[in-house]
Every structure is written in C-alpha cells, then in structure tokens.
C-alpha cells in the first residue's frame, strides 16, 4: 500500500472579485496549489519574499554588493546581478 503524504489544510480570505474570478472552477484548490508553487519559484532567495532584509541580511548583502552590481540585460531587459570581480581578472 502506498504511503500517503500528510496534508495540511490552510485557508485565506480573497476579495469579491477574486472569488468570482474562480468561480465555476473544476478544482480550486488545485489551480491555488499551482499558483503557489508557481509564485515560489520566482521568491528571491535572500528575503524569502519578504520584500525586505533582515539587519544581519544587510550586512551580508552590503559584503557581497562591494563586488557585485545590478545590471540591466539588453537583450530581455531582466535586471540580473554581474559580477565585477570576474570583469576585472578578465582584464588582465
């Protein structure tokens, strides 16, 4: 027999719009499973989500930031992360 996962049920409110936008269906609860583990994918790993870093967080970042910068890729415009240490050991 095969051994079934434990599962945990989890609720939350939606507005109006958001209930009738999934009306009718077939499986909700589906649909949010995927919805969920979709949106998982993209959390960045360093806030978890959160949108803001911890103050022990800063500092690590503030360390890595010293040879790291933004950048905004000309092909897809997705802002990535470049690594300037490797830029200049390139240069040598």
Request: net charge negative; charged share 25%.
């Amino acid at each position: 027999m095969p051994i079934q996962k434990k599962r945990e049920v989890i609720t939350f409110k939606v507005d109006e719009s958001l209930s009738e936008a999934m009306q009718g269906m077939q499986n909700r609860s589906e649909f949010i499973r995927r919805a969920i583990l979709a949106a998982l994918d993209g959390v960045c790993p360093l806030c978890k989500g959160a949108g803001v870093l911890t103050p022990k967080q800063r500092v690590h970042w503030e360390a890595f930031s010293t040879d790291h910068s933004l950048a905004e890729c000309t092909d897809c415009h997705a802002i990535h992360l470049v690594c300037l240490a490797a830029k200049d050991e390139s240069t040598h």
